[in-house]
């Protein structure tokens, strides 16, 4: 592989699936997943940035200053990933150096170059919160967010990381407004993901008039779970994965690659960043709770005594649940609140930015998304079905070749219902729908959008103008106040 830039978003992929395999939970779940992915991106394209002369490309960091005549792009893009990475992740340095030996000169001017931007990215970012949450207590009131019954030890991810983070990229907090609850929206969202999100075992409790999973939905759902589970990883490493296809089919330079990934992981960070504020702002519980209590006799904080309990509850009711793959056990509901979803904000990010990077697929007149040609004539093989991963019970699933003739923008839609097929998310945690299920991703209340999907757009349009179209700019926005 010629271009440093491809070869290094590899090894970075692989770190983040190992990282999810190997026990040692270095930068695991999805925002530490999003983080160290852009301080590994930004480092690279610093990296080239500075060695890439006269093309004078502009810096992300104004330090450490050009390095010395002589200093090779190669060299450079792989001492600063090489130097990222084994910072982030300590317990793979081995199979990094042995990269960096096939790839590297260490006499190369480059090399010291490198490793300094990485340094100075990584002082940036050194305050940067953990994933962890010591001392978060869950409200006990109607609708907010416990732990999965049926994963009661499970704990929280990331309650205070949205908040306390600075942004990447951004110029502002993009809020979004609050989420349906106890209306008709939310009952119909309730009824849908009762029936496409359930367990398989449990279908037959299903009342007429629900409908249930089909085949097609339940390989969506596990299509695009990635749910931070052995051999995979998380979400923003499938995202990756799938717009490598995309830079590889356009025959990417490897300028044109340092900008690219470096704009996908800078808006997958901040997405993180923003996604987990709303969160925990909102505190919105999940469907295995919104189900098993929808009747406001159940529940800890209730004072409501009743006999007959109302339509919609089921006090049995468990999701297909996130795919526990290649490992035995159950399936799980994730670890944090529904709302916004975090799968959809990722994913609509990560690809707007992308459709904007090429110029291809914006906005419509009414505000919807375009079709765009990114993946004609490619398709693309998620890790959740490649004919060697297992489910929770050890069954090898299929190898599935999968398409997308809508493009990328089929693509943001598709992720964001895929959890509802897995149950974990209702389907406004990705966005509006209109009274027969069309996405709405244009829908505000006041000047705030609902669900992750169009919180994604905003901070890949924000991102992308702010950079003027060429590369990402260092974010001014810090900690919420």
């Known amino acids: 592989m010629n271009d440093p830039i491809l070869l290094w978003n590899l090894v970075a992929l692989e770190a983040n699936r190992v990282s ?3 026990g040692l ?30 093309a004078a490309l502009p810096r992300y960091l104004a330090l450490p200053p050009a390095p010395p005549a002589g200093a090779s792009i190669d060299a450079a893009v792989a001492a600063a990933a090489h130097k990222a990475l084994s910072e982030l992740f300590p317990g793979q340095r081995s199979f990094f150096d042995l990269m960096l030996a096939a790839a590297d000169d260490p006499s190369d001017p480059g090399t010291s170059f490198g490793v300094a931007v990485a340094e100075a990215i990584l002082a940036d970012r050194a305050g940067d919160p953990s994933g962890d949450s010591p001392g978060y207590v869950p409200s ?20 205070f990381y949205g908040a306390n983070a600075k942004g990447f990229a951004v110029t502002e907090r993009f809020e979004l407004a609050a989420p349906p ?4 929206e939310y009952r119909n969202a309730l009824r849908e993901v009762r029936g496409k999100g359930i367990a398989p075992e449990l279908m037959g409790t299903l009342p007429a008039g629900v409908a249930a999973r089909t085949v097609d939905e339940t390989l969506i759902g596990v299509f695009w779970a990635y749910d931070g589970v052995a051999q995979l990883g998380s979400p923003p490493r499938l995202y990756n994965q799938i717009i490598r296809l995309v830079a590889t089919a356009r025959a990417n330079s490897a300028a044109a690659n340092a900008r690219l990934f470096a704009f996908v992981n800078v808006a997958m960070a901040d997405a993180a960043m923003l996604a987990w504020d709303q969160k925990y702002i909102h505190d919105l519980w999940r469907p295995v709770l919104g189900i098993r209590e929808h009747d406001t006799s159940m529940g800890p904080a209730t004072t409501a005594c ?44 990560a690809f707007h930015i992308t459709r904007l990077f090429y110029n291809e697929g914006g906005r419509l007149s009414d505000g919807t998304l375009s079709r765009d040609n990114l993946f004609d004539g490619l398709c693309f093989v998620s890790d959740e079905l490649n004919g060697i991963s297992t489910d929770n019970k050890g069954t090898v699933r299929p190898r599935h070749l999968r398409d ?33 299920g069309t996405a709405d991703i244009t829908r505000q209340d006041g000047d705030k959008y609902i669900g992750g999907v169009p919180l994604g757009l905003q901070i890949a349009e924000d991102i992308f103008l702010a950079g003027g179209g060429i590369a990402p700019v ?6 919420r106040p």
């Open 20 to 22: 999810h395999t190997n």
């Open 25 to 54: 939970n270095e930068q695991t779940g999805p925002t530490r997943s999003a983080r160290a992915l852009a301080i590994v991106h930004l480092a690279m394209y610093d990296a080239y940035a500075g060695t890439d002369i006269p």
């Open 140 to 159: 006990s009131a109607r609708g907010k967010h416990r732990p999965d019954p049926d994963n009661p030890g499970q704990g929280f991810h990331g309650a």
């Open 181 to 184: 609850f106890a209306n008709d």
């Open 306 to 349: 009743e006999n007959d309990i109302v339509e919609g509850c089921d006090t049995g009711w468990l999701p297909l649940g996130g795919p526990q793959t290649n490992r035995l056990g159950k399936n799980f509901t994730p670890p944090f609140p529904a709302y916004p979803s975090g799968h959809a904000t990722f994913g609509a990010a």
């Open 404 to 436: 997308f003739p809508g493009g990328l923008a089929q693509m943001i839609e598709e992720n964001g219902r895929s959890r509802v097929y897995l149950g974990v998310h209702w389907v406004f945690d990705a966005f509006a729908v209109t009274a027969d």
């Open 474 to 479: 260092l974010s001014t926005v810090g900690p």
